[in-house]
């Protein structure tokens, strides 16, 4: 990934993303969606995420929307390479996140078991798409 890709992934999360703790699994996790599709495979690309989500649209004559659901290492890695390029009140979601997990013990073995369970084991459902 080069800077124009930071630039750009900072840019995008900024306006799209959510930066938030996962209690059930207590671990950090981004989220972003969006009607895109090109947009997501190329997100999902630039990260080395495998796959992303078709939601159910609310209505029929919504678009559909698609997402990408990340946490653990790969979450804290998103954070902290974007940080310094996003506003103040990502920043300070980021912080708000971050600061739950770092009270967490042998916090950086969290949210991996059950990353590796889902990309190995698991086959994809009709709601998943390989993205590359």
Known sequence: MNI???YWLA???DGEACFVWNKQN???AVQIAMTDEDTIIKVCKLLHHPRYYL???KKEHHKQCYSIHTSGKLA???MMTLYSLLSKRRQEDIQRVLGE???VPNRYKV???HRTESLNKRPLTDKQRWAF
């Open 55 to 57: 939601n159910k649209k």
């Open 111 to 113: 949210g991996m078991k």
């Open 4 to 6: 124009k890709d930071i």
């Open 26 to 28: 207590r671990t950090p």
């Open 11 to 13: 840019g995008l999360f």
């Open 76 to 78: 804290v890695g998103i």
């Open 101 to 103: 997990w770092k009270q």
